[in-house]
């Protein structure tokens, strides 16, 4: 009984130490770090899947990302505005020359390819190598 005691405590320490960050995967976590290197994840969302954990990281400037079993990113969202790193470079392209001064609210992407939302509330609809596809308003 002593020995229980004992291990759950410990158990509850380490949780306790732990911050939010240090449940996702490393390669989300590097993500993260490239993507909003001035924000800090403030809650981690564990879905148990039967194919592996999905993983949804909020930070500290509301944004969300959700990551894969493997720790790469599905989605990304942020009211404030996407940071440019958040789009490959074709759909950044895109984005400057058709829709000046528009910010990119979110992007998610699936084996088909991305999808973005703008501002404006306009969404658009890119394959896998990044070419415009069609609007998805």
Same mark, same amino acid.
């Given at each position: 009984?002593?020995?229980?005691?004992?291990?759950?405590?410990?158990?509850?320490?380490?949780?306790?130490?732990?911050?939010?960050?240090?449940?996702?995967?490393?390669?989300?976590?590097?993500?993260?770090?490239?993507?909003?290197?001035?924000?800090?994840?403030?809650?981690?969302?564990?879905? #148990?899947?039967?194919?592996?954990?999905?993983?949804?990281?909020? /930070?500290?400037?509301?944004?969300?990302?959700?990551?894969? #079993?493997?720790?790469?990113?599905?989605?990304?969202?942020?009211?404030?505005?996407?940071?440019?790193?958040? /789009?490959?470079?074709?759909?950044?392209?895109?984005?400057? #020359?058709?829709?000046?001064? *528009?910010?990119?609210?979110?992007?998610?992407?699936?084996?088909?390819?991305?999808? *973005?939302?703008?501002?404006?509330?306009?969404?658009?609809?890119?394959?896998? /190598?990044?070419?415009? /596809?069609?609007?998805?308003?």
């Amino acid at each position: 009984m002593k020995k229980m005691f004992l291990a759950l405590i410990c158990i509850a320490a380490i949780n306790i130490a732990a911050t939010p960050g240090d449940k996702l995967p490393e390669s989300a976590r590097k993500y993260l770090s490239k993507i909003f290197p001035n924000e800090t994840v403030t809650k981690v969302k564990v879905d #148990k899947e039967l194919s592996g954990n999905t993983y949804d990281a909020y /930070l500290s400037n509301g944004a969300k990302v959700e990551f894969d #079993k493997n720790g790469v990113w599905d989605e990304v969202e942020c009211k404030r505005g996407l940071p440019d790193v958040a /789009l490959p470079e074709r759909i950044k392209g895109y984005l400057t #020359k058709k829709h000046p001064g *528009v910010d990119a609210i979110k992007i998610s992407r699936d084996t088909r390819g991305y999808e *973005v939302k703008l501002r404006n509330g306009r969404e658009l609809k890119f394959d896998l /190598l990044s070419n415009f /596809l069609r609007y998805d308003d």
